[in-house]
């Protein structure tokens, strides 16, 4: 009796083979009966490229010829088992050595004769051949793709979808609107990747994988070029024929401001540190950011903050000059406080908040109807469980926990829904309270010593102040952000308003 090990692959999806896994193996066993004393002790397969021989089943079906516990080894057609030559013949080799005889179902060929190894070799030569002409297809097929400005197969970026009818990207109606915030908040909010993810997780915007927001999600959308009407393919760009969802200045300016944060670490939102003004103040020569920095005398330790071009590279690339730490905090807090009892300075902001609010409208607006639209989904996804339920079709406890996630969403998606028709009726009825915003003043220092964190003591500063420009020691630019309503802070989300420069 032949001891027979039998061993069928595919590529991809079964669903999607001209001979699947099922198909393979069936015909195999019926091969088998029709031998008479063949006896099959085993069966493995494998869903991977012919290229490779790393694959378990192949190596589980060799370590069963090594231990002598199968005479010949079945495969449906021999590219089954590699479609390359060198491969095939070694394995015949190895085979031979182990008095393992290899045969093909549907090819006239078996390795226990000199003329079966000739025509496995024949075999091998043609499956090799056959994969390098689906290669080049493939190749050619994608590339004219590109050149027509076509999406290739594969993962659609966050933000489109693919139309069933023309097969193009076009963006999608509740994710497009989120990929335009995120690079308004890197690009012109100046927030990092880390505190966008809190946002965005606040505001329960869909993400683009179960885990949720994370800054490695965003600085992947933030470096693809698809959002700008692009298409990458072999290291370089072309153009796409679909739809941009940001315009070419603001990706270039989120790039920058990206390659610069890769460059210098301490350009990062999320860098902990003591010193509070960090990743607010720049240099006005070289336009790079400043950093803390020490110096240690004989009896105590002095704190700075200095240009990070300098500090990196010496006076001779920029002469930006070291400025106190202690005494840049203390005059920006102070400063930062009586511009808030300025109640004049206030009004006329509100003015220029009340134009610049008019620009944004139409955005928050996109937002709700995005975030309104996406309720909807979640709400029929619930009602079509309720009802699978109520026809007895599905158990509730095997969809407890999915019922749990999406009620949650829910009204996460609700609350962000109430603080955009919140800020639509604020910037359409409610100035700011100057006497609100007097009385945020007198409690700012301690507001920044009660922090639970310097981290946290940061991000406050963060929403009340946009830049500091350093000239030299003498000249210190602030811009400062004039809250739109004064209420209680949280640690996730920005405050909007007007941002006029003070000196």
């Known amino acids: ?91 015949c080799e190895e085979l031979d050595e182990l008095d393992v005889v290899l045969k093909s179902a549907t090819e006239p060929f078996d390795t226990g004769s000199p003329a079966g190894r000739m025509m496995l070799q024949m075999l091998g030569v043609f499956a090799e051949f056959e994969h390098a002409t689906i290669v080049d297809r493939v190749t050619a097929g994608l590339e004219r793709r590109v050149r027509e400005g076509r999406w290739m197969s594969g993962r659609t970026p966050y933000g489109y979808r693919r139309d069933p009818s023309s097969k193009l990207l076009v963006p999608d109606e509740v994710k497009a609107p989120v990929v335009r915030r995120i690079f308004q908040l890197y690009a012109e909010g100046k927030q990092g990747t880390t505190t966008i993810a809190r946002i965005l997780e606040a505001e ?75 990743g607010l103040v720049r240099c006005h020569h070289c336009g790079r950011a400043y950093v803390g920095t020490s110096a240690h005398g004989r009896r105590s330790r002095y704190t700075y903050y200095a240009c990070s071009t300098r500090y990196k590279y010496g ?10 730490k202690d005494r840049l905090e203390e005059a920006v807090l102070a400063q930062l406080a009586e511009l808030y009892r300025d109640g004049r300075l206030i009004k006329r902001a509100l003015a220029r908040a009340t134009t610049e609010a008019t620009k944004q409208r139409p955005e928050v607006e996109q937002q709700l109807a995005s975030t309104r639209t996406e309720i909807g989904n979640v709400e029929r996804k619930l009602e079509r ?40 009726a604020t910037q359409a009825h409610t100035p700011p309270d100057t006497v609100a915003l007097a009385r945020l003043a007198d409690q700012l220092d301690q507001m920044i010593l009660a922090t639970e964190s310097p981290e946290q003591a940061k991000e406050l500063l963060r929403l009340l102040v946009k830049e500091i420009r350093v000239h030299d020691r003498r000249r210190i630019i602030p811009t400062y952000r004039v809250p739109a309503a004064v209420r209680a802070i949280p640690t996730t989300m920005e405050l909007g308003g007007l941002e006029p420069p003070t000196s």
């Not at 002790?41 to 021989?53: I, K, N, P, R």
């Open 1 to 91: 009796m032949t001891r027979v090990c039998i061993y069928t692959r595919i590529s991809t999806d079964e669903d999607h083979q001209p001979t699947s896994l099922g198909t393979q193996r069936e015909r195999l066993e019926r091969f088998c009966e029709a031998m008479g004393d063949w006896r099959i002790v085993a069966a493995f397969e494998d869903q991977a490229s012919g290229t490779s021989l790393e694959r378990p089943g192949l190596s589980e079906a060799l370590q069963l010829a090594r231990e002598k516990h199968a005479d010949l080894l079945l495969v449906y057609r021999v590219d089954r088992l590699s479609r390359k030559v060198r491969q095939l013949a070694a394995l």
């Open 204 to 278: 329960g915007a869909p993400a683009p994988r179960k885990e949720g927001w994370s800054p490695n999600a965003l600085q992947l959308i933030l470096a693809n070029p698809a959002y700008r009407g692009l298409i990458r393919w072999n290291g370089s760009l072309h153009d796409g024929i679909h739809e941009p969802l940001v315009d070419e200045d603001l990706f270039e300016k989120a790039g920058q401001i990206l390659r610069r944060r890769r460059e210098d670490a301490s350009l990062r939102r999320g860098n902990p540190t003591d010193y509070l003004l960090s």
């Open 315 to 324: 006076p001779s690339r920029c002469n930006g000059d070291r400025l106190p």
């Open 385 to 424: 469980y309720f009802r699978a339920f109520e026809n007895g079709d599905l158990s509730p406890a095997l969809f407890e926990e999915r019922i749990r996630s999406h009620r949650e969403r829910l009204a996460t998606l609700r609350v962000h829904e109430a603080g955009l028709a919140q800020t639509l």
